[in-house]
């Protein structure tokens, strides 16, 4: 929080007033880029793309001179704060779990046979996988 403070256009105790805790600061960044449509979850629900070219955009290039992508943040953010019971995890969690029930709803759409490989297939046995 000190970092943020130094750094933050506005006094600590604005800061303080707005995020209590670095928790608070974290789940309002994370929640703001989930807001902002620049995650690979909003590429997965763009009405304006068939369900096949909306997987395809998981894989395309970083815009020219965008920013250098340094990993995934809600990952990052997971890592950092690895107890479950952290609401920052918890809302981690949450984002991956979506990107992966997207991805499995359009997989499905397009007809693939096992779209959740995350999921064994009743009919297999483990030995199988």
């Known amino acids: 929080m000190e970092q943020i403070a130094e750094a933050a256009p506005v006094s600590k ?36 793309l068939s369900p096949r070219e909306r997987i ?6 970083p815009v020219a001179d965008a920013d250098p992508v340094r990993g995934c943040p809600f990952i990052d953010a997971a890592a950092e704060f690895p107890d479950p019971r952290s609401p920052i995890h918890a809302y981690a969690r949450e984002q991956k779990l979506l990107m992966t029930h ?4 359009l997989l499905a759409e ?8 995350t999921r064994p297939d009743a009919t297999r046995s483990r030995s199988s996988w």
Request: glycine share 4%.
């Open 56 to 61: 395809l955009k998981l894989f395309d290039p």
């Open 102 to 105: 997207l991805v499995t709803m």
């Open 13 to 48: 105790r604005t800061l303080y007033a707005h995020f209590r805790t670095k928790c608070d600061l974290v789940v309002a960044h994370l929640r703001a880029l989930t807001a902002s449509g620049n995650t690979l979850a909003s590429v997965l629900t763009r009405e304006d």
């Open 110 to 117: 397009l007809g693939c046979a096992r779209p959740d490989p």
